[in-house]
């Protein structure tokens, strides 16, 4: 007997519904010279153009939405490195509610001024030495608040899944899919989306190469715990893939790819100086894959999500400054 997965096309879907109208439908880039260096027909989903500048804020706004309004009146607290602080700080915003976010001692400023100016509470934390889920489920206990994490939840992972069903609905038929892991909720939620449309559909997740907790889990068939990744893409800096996650991207990811700085670093560049697009480093690492031909056998049309864009101009500088 076949047991029913946790996050379904259907759920995806029912998360499309949910967020139209709030979150944005995000643009599709093409680029001839992009083609060129892939060898093949690429189709880029700028969830860099999305609200907070990230992905994170589908997911955040189709959990958050779903609360009681006696949860949404007692408030929210989530644990995140960023992006996922900033999309929960707005979606409690967007639905009467506030926000208690624990967030890295070194996440980068631009990140915790934006959740900051989105109304949220910021409690920060040593990320090499501190437990972040222990102490955000502690703080949700003590205060009574729903605890809203990153990737670890159905509605988080429907949510992120739409941008793959936005992607398929408008450029239709993909060979291939190429999409940034960190926790592991937007590929399982995109690996659902696609491979619910169309089951021919590869589907590679990319990681850094210092952070490449899915890539050793897969191969083990088990999740597998690595020290604090030290990489640039700061978003992409786990150190174990979640449960639920992996749960599902064990059954649906083809493969994972990984990639250096130095790789993530010319993408953005490439991004900019080419595409006229600002991509932050853990939201270019599907697009420096495939610059970098990390990926064997490329077929005709492939789909890449750049998945965020948050990084200020003097960060910016210091990664991708000659």
């Known amino acids: 007997m076949t047991s029913t997965p946790p996050v379904t096309l259907d759920d995806v879907r029912d998360a499309a519904a949910r967020i139209k109208g709030v979150a944005h439908r995000t643009p599709v880039l093409r680029s001839r010279t992009l083609d060129a260096r892939v060898g093949a027909e690429?189709?880029?989903?700028c969830e860099n153009h999305q609200r907070v500048g990230a992905f994170?804020?589908?997911?955040?706004?189709?959990?958050?939405?779903?609360?009681?309004?006696?949860?949404?009146?007692?408030?929210?607290?989530?644990?995140?490195?960023?992006?996922?602080?900033?999309?929960?700080?707005?979606?409690?915003?967007e639905l009467g509610s506030r926000a208690v976010i624990v967030m890295p001692e070194d996440t980068p400023a631009s990140k915790r001024a934006a959740a900051?100016?989105?109304?949220?509470?910021?409690?920060?934390?040593?990320?090499?030495?501190g437990d972040r889920e222990a102490i955000g489920a502690a703080l949700a206990a003590e205060r009574g608040l729903a605890l809203i994490p990153p990737y670890e939840h159905p509605h988080i992972i429907a949510g992120q899944g739409t941008a793959a069903l936005e992607l398929m609905e408008e450029v239709g038929e993909l060979d291939l899919l190429l999409v940034p892991v960190g926790g592991?909720?937007?590929?399982?939620?995109?690996?659902?989306?696609?491979k619910g449309l169309s089951g021919s559909v590869r589907v590679v997740g990319v990681e850094p190469?210092?952070?490449d907790d899915t890539k050793r889990s897969l191969a083990a068939g088990h999740r597998v715990t690595i020290p604090v990744p030290r990489t640039i893409a700061d978003g992409q800096a786990a150190e174990i893939p979640g449960e639920l996650t992996f749960s599902i991207n064990r059954r649906l990811v083809d493969d994972i790819a990984l990639v250096s700085d130095d790789d993530i670093r010319d993408a953005m560049r490439f991004a900019f100086e080419r595409l006229k697009t600002v991509v932050e480093p853990s939201g270019a690492t599907a697009l420096a894959a495939a610059l970098s031909g990390r990926v064997d056998g490329v077929p005709p049309r492939v789909g890449i999500i750049l998945s965020g864009g948050n990084v200020d101009a003097r960060r910016f500088a210091e990664i991708c400054g000659a």
């Open 42 to 45: 690429v189709f880029l989903k």
């Open 56 to 93: 994170k804020f589908r997911g955040a706004y189709n959990a958050v939405s779903r609360l009681s309004p006696e949860q949404l009146a007692k408030g929210i607290a989530s644990f995140s490195s960023g992006n996922h602080a900033q999309a929960v700080a707005l979606a409690a915003r």
């Open 116 to 129: 900051e100016g989105y109304g949220a509470q910021i409690v920060t934390y040593d990320r090499y030495t």
């Open 184 to 194: 592991g909720g937007l590929i399982a939620g995109s690996s659902t989306a696609v």
């Open 209 to 211: 190469e210092a952070g």
